[in-house]
């Protein structure tokens, strides 16, 4: 299985913000990297696929990067309704892996 | 707008089989893949594996033993079977389509499933 690492594991930070996440997976991949946004008691929502093409309807402070083995998301500056868990999910291959998530936390 | 909705049974004893059900509405589910993944605080977000209009499987290594996912496109569901569970089975159930056997767009909202006696 591709293992994914995200870190920081958890971050705080202010209103209007720019952050950084960081996903790492165990072997080379095509972009297959999709981010997605999970708030207390909801599903994941998908925010960017193929590491960097935003899902239609996200706002676009939400950005996603990266090749081969190291990808980032970059919110540009932090709005109320940004703070919740980020994961990372790999579909280069079978079985389809996430990172553990990172936690966005208000400062 | 495509919605997916998990129903099932939200205990259930170990030893016996876990039974979902994810009834689809919104659009057709010809030509996609269908996922079942889980969530709990140990093991985080897993996928359980996935099922194609035509019937097709793809299932996690970890869990392939124990797993049966079947599809009928004419009643707009897919399903879960997972037998033999333990407490380590109890998290959270997801029902999700695959965007082309790749990242999910569409999420049910999700179904807590414990096992206990």
């Known amino acids: 299985d591709i293992q994914m690492t995200q870190s920081p594991s958890t971050l705080s930070a202010s209103l209007g913000d720019r952050v950084t996440i960081t996903c790492r997976a165990s072997?080379?991949?095509?972009?297959?990297l999709a981010w997605y946004q999970q708030k207390p008691g909801r599903a994941p929502k998908l925010l960017i696929y193929q590491a960097s093409s935003l899902q239609s309807g996200v706002p676009s402070r939400f950005s996603g990067s990266g090749s081969g083995t190291e990808f980032t998301l970059t919110i540009s500056s932090l709005q109320p309704d940004d703070f919740a868990s980020y994961y990372c999910q790999q579909y280069d291959d079978y079985p389809y892996t996430f990172g553990q998530g990172t936690k966005l936390e208000i400062k | 707008q495509v919605q997916l909705q998990e129903s099932g049974p939200g205990l259930v004893k170990p030893s016996e089989t876990l039974s979902l059900i994810c009834s689809v509405s919104?659009?057709?589910?010809?030509?996609?893949?269908w996922s079942w993944i889980r969530q709990s605080p140990g093991r985080g977000l897993e996928w359980i594996g996935d099922?194609?209009?035509?019937?097709?499987?793809n299932y996690n290594p970890s869990l392939k033993s124990r797993v049966t996912i079947s599809v009928d496109t004419s009643s707009h569901q897919f399903s879960l079977r997972l037998n033999s569970v333990t407490a380590a089975d109890t998290a959270v159930y997801y029902c999700?389509?695959?965007?082309?056997?790749?990242?999910?767009?569409?999420w049910g909202q999700g179904l807590l499933v414990t096992v206990s006696s």
């Open positions: 072997q080379t991949l095509n972009s297959f």
């Open positions: 099922v194609y209009h035509s019937g097709s499987t």
């Open positions: 999700a389509r695959e965007w082309q056997q790749y990242y999910f767009d569409y």
């Open positions: 919104g659009g057709s589910m010809s030509f996609y893949y």
